[in-house]
């Protein structure tokens, strides 16, 4: 069974665009480079796509939707960035600062800064 019949399937009338969006690109490129593109294993799209999913959505729809559906977030040092490379700022300033160049140094700390920072990125050592 294609992955869009199976979303339809689950979720039926009231399937939301972005797990449609996320299905069509599993039938074009494969769930392997979806999960890839958007962060999050083949579990979670296996889970999403039958609906079986329990934890929070949020961070999965917006990645979806920055990944195949083109949805943009100003960024104050970058400007307009598709949501799945905010991400992934986020990601590296939510750890220990590398200092590998001054443009990843100022990312660091204006990711740290910028209201969209999700604390749940924030590194906790031991």
């Given at each position: 069974m294609r992955l869009l019949a199976k979303a339809q399937k689950h979720w039926g009338a009231d399937a939301p665009d972005w797990i449609l969006a996320m299905a069509e690109a599993c039938d074009r490129t494969g769930q392997r480079k979806v999960a890839a593109s958007i962060g999050?294993?083949?579990?979670?799209?296996?889970?999403?796509?039958k609906?079986?999913?329990?934890?929070?959505?949020?961070?999965?729809e917006?990645?979806?939707r920055g990944a195949f559906m083109g949805l943009t977030v100003s960024c104050p040092v970058l400007?307009?960035?598709?949501?799945?490379v905010?991400?992934?700022?986020?990601k590296k300033a939510g750890?220990?600062?590398?200092?590998?160049?001054?443009?990843?140094t100022h990312m660091h700390r204006a990711c740290r800064n910028c209201p969209r920072f999700q604390e749940g990125n924030r590194y906790v050592g031991r």
């Open positions: 999050y294993s083949q579990t979670t799209i296996s889970q999403l796509l609906q079986a999913y329990v934890g929070d959505i949020e961070n999965i917006e990645a979806v400007g307009g960035i598709l949501t799945t905010c991400h992934e700022w986020q750890r220990p600062l590398v200092v590998t160049s001054s443009h990843r």
